[in-house]
């Protein structure tokens, strides 16, 4: 292939303010997707972004005006970057060039006068990461005191947090003009007396002018809004939810006000007033729209909660001295303190002290982490008790937890396969509904009852209120938003939205063997003493002869021991036997170490040990003996000991009707008394690394669904291989990056709360598309007055209105259900 027509793709994240319904993602969609260079892109309504995938020469400011031409707003954010070390108008292009490469960024001004960048950003970039780019190119950017650039999900929250303040000042002033209107008119059909009453005292006309002073500030005050949005896509062919509002209250404020200024110009009988059902339909709606934006925010708590776990500043060393920075101001190879009970600021190396750090949000497990000198740290865990010194080696986006928020972002701005049915519906669901509520006015206008006309309007503003397309768009990305957030509460990262779906239909469960289903690194696991010796005395002796091989086995001794807090004395005349064991002299005993051959060559019978023997060889355990001044001393065996949890998660995984595999490079004797152990169901024994991609589809055969969990580097073929791939999170970060989900912890019963909350999320998904299908099927055929005939009943537009606001609510209800989830694994535990 030729490099030169090798078109490199980079993705951008547009947060876009002005969607209410799934018409205006798909509007949105295929305004971005006409752009040229646009790969693919994906509108969410939930988390109100666009992530587009786009060949690199492609301007992003061509997307964001793009969406403005669609009729939708994308908030722009700008930051002044002063920087050191610009010496001509080179350095200018060279910087402005480094700048404009970071994702989200649309444009860099870099002035050389005054030393300093004005950029302009989505909202979505940070200071570090253009502070980064800046420093890549060669350059130093100056720490300033105005606190860098918000995160996009901090944008995201203020832009949502001003927008619920603007729907409680429209939703308050809507409500105190529509209630006299209501209650006067309302109560008028309820209690002839009032009816009577007004009439009387007040008058008919004098009564419709105060209707229509109230009703026309509620019109166009709070209920300008659907008019911005709604009107625009109306002059483009491109209707959409505003549109619909705009259409049937506007239909309704406009009849009533022919009624009562020119009702001469109706047919006699039909000069009726409905401004309370104009004026409710705007108030029902800003209510649901209230209603709606305040669940939203709550489904995108996860995220905020993962934020607040990033600490606000920084204690680094500047000048021989410790100083408090602001943690945007962290740079790769710090020094840093941390002091008992502060967060950890960013990942790094222990260099000195020690203390324990609560690792709770990355591993699950509640128990602090000893770290001394060389041990790794991660921004965001707590310290305890003691204080130490590090070096910083990933900040900003670099960092763990930066990540574990971007993946999380990521899977949430997802769209699932299930979303295309939804998508290809509402593309033309909106112009159906006003085709619909057309047909309607007509039908009623030529066959309905006297006054025709009257019936018609009522019936037709009914069905264009009631089929809002809200809960259609919204039932899909909610349920992700939440179902992603309570994963990642759980330690189960989701890198895309395909694996939530896809993983739900597992039929079996693939494990690779050492590091997965295994602790990965042998250690002693029997030591059987014969009699007359004492244990510790025999491991202390062996311990020492050990210590001078580099055998595994060996390193597992001396770690045993060491960890019994033995001492371990010095071995003289060290011999090593290749194929049978070793030998030495410790102080004053001569100590032998190896298989029963070695016994047998050195006259030793290991017949004492006989059973012993039988058993580990049923648990896969090979045994070496220890014999100390030619005496038989101990059995004892060394093996990469299964993980805690592994035979609940196994067990657990066959509640759920699923089979379990085992996928090893061990012989076949060993493998089988691994799975006969965990009660594994498929064996793949002897694969060499190349090989477990052949295992995976063998696995396949049938058309079986296959989820293959592993973390090793040569997993990453097979992870990419199998349908998801599940990586284990203290693995490599290449396993890591290939698989489809992340453990964050080495816990295997994070593959059955992944399991079961991809079920439990789909499902909820398919509730909330029923209701929103079910709730349109049903409910516009009651608007459109097809129950008349039969019963009399009509829907009145109020109704409607606030049927609509419910179907919404309803959605969003039911997908932050999903926060209540339990994982059934630590249910059992």
Not at 313 to 337: H, M, N
Request: glycine share 8%; hydrophobic share 50%; proline share 5%.
């Amino acid at each position: 292939m030729d490099v030169s027509d090798h078109t490199v793709s980079a993705r951008h994240s547009f947060p876009v303010e002005g969607m209410t319904c799934a018409s205006c993602v798909r509007r949105v969609e295929k305004a971005i997707a006409k752009v040229p260079g646009v790969n693919s892109a994906t509108v969410n309504l939930a988390t109100e972004s666009a992530d587009v995938a786009l060949d690199e020469n492609v301007d992003p400011d061509a997307i964001v005006a793009a969406i403005r031409d669609a009729g939708y707003d994308v908030p722009l954010a700008t930051m002044q970057v002063e920087i050191d070390g610009m010496t001509c108008a080179s350095c200018v292009r060279r910087v402005e060039r480094a700048i404009s490469a970071v994702p989200g960024v649309l444009k860099a001004s870099v002035n050389l006068a005054t030393e300093s960048a004005a950029v302009e950003t989505l909202g979505t970039t940070s200071r570090a990461a253009i502070d980064a780019a800046i420093r890549k190119a060669g350059y130093e950017p100056r720490p300033t005191r105005q606190k860098a650039a918000d995160t996009g999900a901090d944008s995201r929250e203020e832009a949502r947090n001003r927008e619920l303040v603007r729907l409680k000042r429209d939703l308050g002033i809507a409500a105190a003009l529509t209630l006299p209107i209501f209650v006067l008119e309302m109560g008028s059909h309820i209690f002839p007396a009032l009816h009577h009453w007004l009439l009387m005292n007040i008058g008919r006309q004098p009564l419709y002018i105060f209707f229509f002073v109230l009703a026309t500030i509620v019109q166009f005050g709070p209920g300008l809004r659907f008019y911005r949005s709604g009107v625009p896509a109306l002059l483009r062919f491109a209707p959409e939810m505003n549109s619909l509002v705009v259409l049937g209250s506007t239909a309704a404020w406009a009849y009533s006000v022919i009624a009562t200024f020119a009702p001469d110009l109706l047919p006699a009988g039909t000069a009726n007033v409905y401004f309370e059902a104009s004026a409710v339909i705007i108030t029902l709606i800003l209510l649901g729209r209230l209603l709606e934006a305040r669940a939203k925010g709550r489904t995108s708590e996860a995220i905020k909660r993962l934020m607040g776990l990033q600490a606000k500043s920084a204690r680094v060393e500047r000048g021989g001295a410790f100083v408090d920075i602001p943690l945007d101001e962290v740079v790769t190879g710090d020094v840093v303190q941390v002091r008992p009970g502060d967060k950890v600021p960013v990942d790094g190396i222990v260099l000195s002290g020690s203390s324990f750090v609560d690792e709770s949000m990355i591993s699950g497990e509640p128990v602090p982490v000893s770290k001394g000198e060389g041990a790794e740290v991660i921004g965001g865990t707590i310290n305890k008790t003691g204080s130490f010194t590090y070096r910083a080696t990933k900040v900003g986006a670099d960092t763990l937890l930066a990540q574990i928020i971007r993946m999380v972002e990521t899977a949430q701005g997802s769209k699932l396969p299930i979303q295309a049915l939804v998508d290809e519906i509402t593309a033309w669901f909106v112009p159906a509904v006003m085709a619909a509520a057309a047909l309607t006015f007509l039908i009623w206008l030529v066959v309905g009852p006297e006054p025709a006309l009257t019936f018609a309007l009522v019936n037709a503003v009914a069905v264009l209120i009631i089929a809002c397309p809200c809960a259609m768009g919204l039932a899909t990305p909610t349920s992700i938003m939440v179902g992603t957030g309570r994963a990642a509460e759980l330690g189960v990262l989701f890198r895309n939205g395909e694996a939530l779906q896809s993983l739900r239909s597992t039929e079996v469960v693939a494990f690779d063997k050492t590091g997965t289903l295994t602790a990965g690194k042998p250690a002693l696991t029997d030591l059987e003493v014969a009699e007359g010796f004492d244990r510790d005395d025999v491991l202390a002796l062996v311990a020492a002869v050990e210590g001078q091989s580099e055998h595994p086995v060996a390193a597992a001794i001396v770690a045993a021991a060491q960890e019994d807090g033995l001492a371990i004395g010095s071995a003289n005349g060290f011999e090593a036997v290749p194929g049978f064991g070793v030998s030495a002299t410790v102080g004053k005993h001569r100590v032998a170490v190896g298989a029963d051959r070695y016994m047998e060559k050195l006259g030793i019978s290991v017949q004492h040990f006989s059973e012993t023997s039988q058993r580990l060889g049923r648990k896969a355990r090979t045994p070496l003996y220890a014999a100390i001044d030619g005496k038989l001393a101990a059995i004892i065996a060394v093996a990469d000991p299964i993980k805690p949890t592994t035979l609940q998660a196994i067990r657990a995984l066959h509640d759920m009707g699923l089979k379990v595999a085992m996928i090893t490079g061990d012989n076949r004797r060993t493998a089988e008394a691994i799975a006969a152990q965990l009660g594994i169901d498929e064996v793949v024994a002897e694969v060499l690394p190349d090989g477990k991609i052949e295992a995976v589809k063998r696995l396949r055969a049938g058309g079986r669904t296959v989820t293959f969990v592993g973390d090793g580097i040569n997993d990453a073929p097979a992870l990419a291989e199998a349908d998801i791939g599940v990586a284990v999170g203290t693995g490599t970060d290449i396993a890591i990056e290939s698989a489809d989900v992340v453990l964050m912890s080495g816990d295997l019963l994070g593959v059955t709360n992944a399991i079961a909350l991809s079920r439990a999320t789909i499902t909820n998904i398919r509730q909330n598309l029923f209701w929103a299908f079910a709730y349109n099927a049903s409910l516009i055929p009651v608007a459109a007055g097809v129950l008349y005939p039969i019963s009399g009943t009509l829907l009145s537009p109020m109704l409607a209105a606030g049927a609509m606001a419910l179907s919404s609510v309803f959605v969003l209800g039911n997908a932050l259900r999903l926060k209540r989830f339990r994982a059934p694994a630590h249910a059992t535990a």
